[in-house]
């Protein structure tokens, strides 16, 4: 099958690049030449070695999400997935096969704690910042430990936050949603934002959102009581302001604030938390040379009450500090040359209240060299990156990466990748004496490690962009939960390996009407014991058509298909796999003000009683949005 795959992707790119060679090809501007600052590079899209994709303000408002995770879900290499702990319809990611734990989260540039790891299987880091706020996504396939480190061993999510403008902009957005459930399941949304040049040197952007769900009762119990989709209730803060003392040096600070509580049936507000983003930076450019000084400091503290048991409520803080310094040097006639240093201290403190447990405390400081050099010799570019991570724990790790591009023509790129990963585990999975959820961490646990390789080829014409990519990654001492209940405990998987194919095709059928849609190939195995690993569907299907009409109106209509997977470590048991249909209408009123209607889950799709989807029934909504 692997096999045929490669044949079948090889096949495509070239029907494809002859078809599209025979008409006048013209690169879009406007798309290609935007800086990709998430590759640490001054080169466009195109020129990056990695594979790239990059999803904008618009592109996100027509698919209707509450949660960065449902943007991202619908890109190629991006899969949903869930697990057998998942509480009531929490899902996570994967890039290419590989867990969410082995994807970095930025905010402007800035990471993030992971919270999926550290509190009982958490989507919380996909809310971190309200999708109104954001003005695009630039994603990073692949690994790139060579210049972000640990977490990175998958690729890189950088969500970019509304940014400086000459003028004052704001925005106003309501939306209401109807479920088809029997009992819960509405949603309400409430944005707004301002932002702008309030003099000619000070810029500042405020935003604030609240979204809620109310929680979905279904007639089979998921583990707590009959709540079929916990509730959601989110509220949401950002501030941003940056000084320009002049063109070539600027301060910068923001802060994000949020609180987020989740309830059930009959635990209302069980799970409730706090976030905390501060950072403040200073940016200074000369003719060759530029650099960046930044610190930020990110806290969260959750409340958790499981059950009436002592030791399902507890009180969790993470708190990560991090400084870091940036020099960019183009003084070189053919280089440009990233060089970096950053030092962090993580803590994580843990306490049971009802049982007037001591704390437990864990900390974990590490310091960081990276650099990278573009080498652009005629037709090639060529990536070198290399970062040394010193964990006072876990020692020290050297990840490279190397990286080239064969420029075929004006539109067409031929590129190849290898990277190497290394991620330290967790305070919490590295720790003997720390216990959650039934799994105990271990002492003895070996950091982990990959080697990636990558073959892609990109077009980019006048009316189409077409995308092929295979990739395979190896995974050593990979870390995972062994046995059952309160035995289980954390432990390293000495081998295991994910792979396969990905293909994207954009296409403007008309000025007025565009299609994109892609498809994901993943083969994963743990080769310890030689089966598949548990939710990792192989076929993952997307297809969006946007369409202009007259009066104003414009509609959105998509399918996605998410594969069969196992869901057991010995390939005994597999759940079918389902396909989604979402719609949305527009109208503009105005020249400021657009009404939208829409339906996600058109078809009513219910999987209360096949474990383990859990998906959002139908939801039909209807929304207002005033910009000025």
Not at 186 to 193: F, G, L, P, V
Not at 448 to 453: A, I, L, N, R
Not at 593 to 614: C, H, M, Q, S, W
């Amino acid at each position: 099958m692997y096999k045929q795959s490669l044949f079948t992707i090889s096949a495509l790119a070239i029907l494809t690049s002859s078809v599209i060679a025979n008409e006048e090809i013209n690169k879009n501007t406007t798309k290609l030449n935007e800086i990709i600052v998430t590759a640490k590079s001054n080169k466009s899209i195109d020129d990056i070695s990695s594979s790239v994709t990059v999803i904008t303000a618009e592109e996100i408002a027509r698919l209707n999400a509450t949660s960065i995770k449902d943007i991202l879900v619908k890109q190629a290499g991006i899969i949903e997935t869930v697990n057998s702990s998942s509480l009531a319809g929490r899902k996570s990611i994967s890039i290419r096969g590989l867990d969410s734990s082995y994807t970095l989260i930025l905010i402007d540039g800035k990471k993030i704690s992971p919270t999926d790891a550290y509190i009982g299987h958490s989507d919380f880091q996909y809310s971190w910042v309200p999708v109104n706020m954001i003005e695009r996504i630039e994603i990073i396939k692949g690994p790139k430990s060579s210049i972000y480190g640990s977490q990175a061993i998958g690729g890189v999510i950088n969500i970019i936050t509304k940014k400086d403008t000459k003028k004052i902009y704001g925005e106003i957005d309501i939306q209401s949603g109807f479920s088809s459930a029997e009992k819960g399941g509405d949603e309400e949304n409430i944005s707004a934002n301002i932002g702008g040049n309030i003099s000619d040197k000070l810029f500042m952007f405020v935003g604030a959102n609240k979204y809620n769900r109310d929680y979905t009762v279904g007639s089979e119990i998921t583990g707590f009581d009959h709540t079929y989709m916990e509730g959601i209730d989110n509220e949401s803060a950002n501030i941003k302001l940056q000084y320009n003392f002049d063109d070539t040096q600027s301060i910068y600070t923001s802060y994000i604030k949020g609180e987020e509580k989740r309830e059930l049936e009959d635990y209302p507000e069980y799970y409730n938390l706090k976030r905390d983003i501060y950072s403040i930076g200073y940016k200074k450019s000369f003719e060759k040379i530029s650099f960046d000084i930044d610190y930020s400091k990110t806290k969260l503290d959750s409340k958790y009450k499981g059950g009436s048991s002592s030791t399902m409520n507890y009180i969790t803080k993470l708190t990560n500090d991090s400084l870091k310094a940036e020099a960019k040097v183009t003084a070189l006639k053919y280089n440009d040359i990233v060089l970096g240093a950053e030092t962090s201290k993580e803590t994580h403190d843990r306490e049971y209240p009802m049982t007037g447990q001591s704390k437990w405390n864990f900390e974990s400081k590490t310091n960081a060299y990276y650099i990278q050099d573009e080498i652009e010799l005629g037709n090639f570019i060529f990536t070198l990156g290399g970062r040394y991570d010193d964990n006072e724990k876990y020692g020290n790790e050297f990840s490279s990466n190397i990286g080239s591009i064969y420029k075929i023509d004006d539109n067409q790129r031929l590129k190849l990748n290898y990277g190497e990963g290394f991620k330290a585990p967790l305070l919490t999975q590295g720790s003997s004496g720390y216990i959650s959820m039934g799994i105990q961490g271990n002492d003895n646990l070996k950091a982990e490690t990959s080697k990636s390789y990558e073959l892609a080829y990109e077009l980019y014409g006048n009316n189409t962009t077409f995308k092929a990519s295979v990739f395979k990654t190896d995974l050593e001492n990979m870390i995972k939960s062994e046995g059952h209940g309160t035995g289980s405990k954390y432990v390293n998987v000495d081998e295991a390996e994910a792979k396969g194919f990905e293909l994207s095709i954009n296409y403007d059928i008309t000025e007025d009407h565009q299609i994109n849609t892609n498809y994901t190939y993943v083969k994963t195995e743990n080769k310890q014991i030689g089966k598949d690993l548990t939710y990792k569907p192989e076929h993952t299907f997307n297809i969006g058509l946007t369409s202009k009409l007259a009066w104003g109106i414009s509609s959105y209509i998509s399918a996605n298909y998410l594969g069969e997977q196992y869901v057991d470590e010995a390939n005994l048991e597999k759940v079918g796999g389902y396909t989604i249909l979402n719609t949305q209408i527009s109208k503009e009123l105005t020249k400021n003000l657009t009404a939208r209607i829409g339906v996600d889950n058109i078809t009513d799709k219910d999987f209360e009683d096949a474990n383990p989807y859990v998906l959002k029934r139908r939801l039909a909504y209807v929304g207002l949005n005033y910009k000025f």
